[in-house]
């Protein structure tokens, strides 16, 4: 092994809250952007006690509702957004609200969760929901829009989305969710929160259920990985919280010159 194949991460330049939007712009380019959300402890759990908030502190929830802003749409699982309170987004000053997309196969959301009828809110849905279930939250003024056969397909919901003109596609989970869209190979970035704890339990990951096939062992490094990413920013604070950027390296960059 080469000497000098590490390096040392140490603290550059100091990132005011000005300065995040530009630090964490999405990439500008006509295609979707699907970009993750997420936190998790030291020792990977993406909840404590069912929720992911527990873990979170001032600077996350600062970067959380930066990449909100910057975003045209927000996708959560419906059963997240009911585990965590979720309400439709707000008007910023003159800017309209972000549309919010609950994603659910079932269908089977409370009574009590009226987030689903406000006027920016879709669910995203697929063919073979009940029946039942698409009555009753179709009368409670919800708009549903099938997405899928059998499941909510992240491939179909992110055309879905840009032909509504929504490309920068900021998904907030759950595990299961984020999951399925890098199974289906539209994850184009995570920006993940390290929480400086231990969460210990059994909670899930941060991405938990679907899998991707196990790759070439002898493709070089990080292309025999299942899902290669690469650190694009990296920040930090004195609560001792992470905040990482990492974006999905193409499989053209192994073969540059195709």
């Not at 603290?11 to 295609?31: C, E, G, H, Q």
């Not at 909100?68 to 003159?94: F, H, K, M, N, S």
């Not at 991405?207 to 062992?217: E, F, K, L, S």
Request: charged content about 20%.
């Amino acid at each position: 092994m080469d000497d000098g194949f590490m390096f040392l991460m140490q603290k550059a330049t100091d990132v005011t809250a000005d300065d995040l939007p530009r630090v964490l712009a999405f990439p500008d380019r006509i295609a979707p952007t699907v970009r993750a959300m997420m936190i998790a402890s030291v020792d990977g759990s993406a909840t404590i006690g069912r929720r992911s908030g527990m873990l979170g502190g001032d600077g996350d929830h600062l970067v959380f509702h930066t990449v909100r802003r910057l975003a045209d749409v927000i996708v959560v699982g419906a059963q997240t957004a009911v585990d965590e309170g979720y309400g439709p987004a707000v008007p910023d000053g003159d800017t309209p609200p972000t549309p919010l997309v609950l994603t659910s196969r079932t269908l089977a959301l409370p009574d009590d969760f009226t987030t689903v009828a406000a006027p920016n809110v879709l669910i995203a849905t697929c063919t073979a929901a009940p029946a039942d279930a698409r009555r009753r939250l179709t009368a409670a003024g919800a708009t549903v829009v099938d997405c899928g056969t059998d499941d909510v397909d992240p491939v179909v919901l992110v055309a879905e989305l840009a032909s509504r003109g929504l490309t920068r596609i900021d998904l907030e989970g759950g595990p299961r969710l984020l999951a399925a869209f890098a199974a289906a190979g539209v994850l184009d970035q995570l920006v993940l929160t390290v929480s400086p704890t231990l969460a210990l339990g059994d909670a899930p990951r941060i991405a938990h259920g679907a899998a991707t096939p196990i790759r070439d062992q002898d493709l070089a490094l990080p292309f025999r990985l299942p899902y290669p990413m690469r650190a694009t920013t990296v920040l930090g604070d004195h609560e001792g919280f992470l905040y990482q950027l990492w974006e999905a390296v193409p499989d053209s960059d192994a073969n540059p010159g195709r």
